[in-house]
């Protein structure tokens, strides 16, 4: 019904840069908050970033001052630009969102796209 397609991941050099995008397609009403997850070899999946719909945005600790979570509307898109990575950065980066169906309901579901690989190298 929902899918999420990310773009954008790569190997980029130790501060260096990169823009994640993901577009959200399919029978969608709504979007309420959209996400940026992050999965490193051996970790649990961890919230790196997420934005609500009225664009209030919440970021994990270590990545604050050197990410930006955006989204268009008119897009259904969601972007996290990052900036000054580092190793650590590492992972598979996936976005979420919480999709509204129906204009009859508020019900919200949560879809995830497949991933892309992020690596930064010393």
């Known amino acids: 019904q929902v899918q999420l397609v990310e773009s954008g991941g790569g190997l980029v050099q130790a501060g260096g840069s990169l823009r994640l995008s993901c577009a959200a397609s399919?029978?969608?009403?709504?979007?309420?908050?959209m996400a940026w997850h992050r999965q490193a070899p051996g970790k649990q999946r961890e919230l790196v970033a997420d934005?609500?719909?009225?664009?209030?945005?919440n970021y994990q600790d270590s990545v604050k001052g050197r990410f930006t979570i955006s989204r268009d509307n008119a897009k259904n898109t969601v972007y996290l630009q990052m900036n000054s990575l580092k190793p650590e950065d590492t992972a598979v980066y996936y976005c979420?969102?919480?999709?509204?169906?129906?204009?009859?309901?508020?019900?919200?579901?949560?879809?995830w796209g497949q991933g892309t690989q992020v690596t930064v190298s010393s």
């Open positions: 979420a969102a919480d999709v509204v169906l129906r204009a009859a309901s508020t019900r919200a579901y949560r879809y």
């Open positions: 399919g029978r969608i009403f709504s979007i309420n908050t």
């Open positions: 934005i609500t719909s009225g664009d209030n945005t």
